[in-house]
């Protein structure tokens, strides 16, 4: 349940990070929050609409992307602005469903994405694990006398 409120967003690489809209973030901490209800109840957790939306919309300033892609962009981010950002996507744009392949896509980011989200918290918490260590060592070090120091 933690995760879902401290994980950080998964961005694409390139700087764009920092322009997601903050009703985007919002969608993503509550989507991960369903997440969370559907994993107790034995679902295989997985990344969100809201975090793929997120995901190839920095992508998407960062470089182009081809058809299927821009398809499967269209489809997520249709999703989740029409359930969390109150607005419509325009009826010349809007993608209503995928194909086969592009599904298959649009779950192995969406996965990918989960993984990439808990590795994160993982190394978070090991380096805070390892600078309580250096900080606890440094506080004995200077707590102990110096009893051999020449």
């Known amino acids: 349940m933690v995760g879902a409120l401290t994980d950080p967003i998964i961005v694409y690489p390139g700087g764009w990070g920092d322009t997601l809209p903050d009703w985007l973030k919002n969608a993503i901490t509550l989507e ?9 109840r034995g679902e295989e957790p997985t990344g969100t609409d809201a975090e793929a939306c997120a995901y190839l919309y920095t992508a998407s300033f960062a ?23 109150s607005r419509e996507i325009p009826s010349d744009i809007a993608v209503d469903s995928l194909n086969e392949w592009q599904k298959n896509q649009l779950e192995r980011l969406k996965a990918w994405l ?37």
């Not at 929050?33 to 107790?40: A, F, H, T």
């Open 114 to 150: 989960h993984r990439r989200r808990v590795q994160e918290r993982i190394n978070r918490d090991r380096a805070e694990r390892r600078q309580e260590k250096q900080a606890e060592a440094a506080r004995r070090g200077a707590e102990q006398p110096a009893l051999f120091a020449l």
């Open 32 to 40: 991960r929050l369903v997440m969370n209800m559907k994993e107790v």
């Open 63 to 85: 470089a182009p992307l081809d058809g299927d892609w821009v398809q499967i962009y269209l489809y997520v981010s249709g999703k989740t602005c029409t359930h969390w950002g």
